[in-house]
């Protein structure tokens, strides 16, 4: 299994992968490659990672940089991790995330967060995030404007 970076030219396949996690989460996911192209384009503020298996992909992680007095300045946010669902527990999302880490790292952030879906539907996503180090804050709301 191979790990790079997503660049505009992955839109396709970012945007392929992240519609089936939305479709899984809410079965809404629409037409998402003009969105990734414009989410892959904000390189100084967006990164992402994709994950191939024998030339497929097979794999997506997106993170956003944002800045906040709470994570002492620029801090990551994963906006989407999805991993196939035949693939899963393969040890790909922990590449992914690994991936992930490392970037912010490199960008000298302090903490990475997560919203994690709702429980208990999704409570195996939240113990793998948790069985990689992350820690419960509390809920996250939106407001849709």
């Known amino acids: 299994m191979d790990i790079r970076a997503a660049n505009t030219d992955d839109a396709p396949v970012v945007a392929e992968l992240v519609a089936a996690l939305l479709g899984e989460l809410d079965g809404s996911p629409g037409d998402l490659e ?62 992914l995330l690994a991936a992930a880490i ?18 208990p539907q999704w409570e195996r996503t939240v113990s793998f995030y948790k069985s990689n180090g992350f820690v419960d804050v509390g809920p996250r709301l939106k407001l849709v404007l």
Request: glycine share 14%; no cysteine.
């Open 34 to 95: 003009a969105v990734a192209r414009d989410v892959l384009m904000q390189e100084e503020r967006v990164a992402g990672f994709l994950a191939f298996e024998g030339g497929r992909a097979v794999g997506v992680i997106l993170l956003s940089e944002g800045y906040a007095m709470f994570a002492r300045g620029a801090f990551g946010q994963i906006t989407e991790l999805y991993v196939r669902p035949e693939l899963r527990s393969a040890g790909i999302a922990a590449r």
């Open 102 to 119: 490392e970037h912010g790292r490199v960008r000298g952030w302090r903490r990475i967060d997560v919203g994690a879906p709702p429980q």
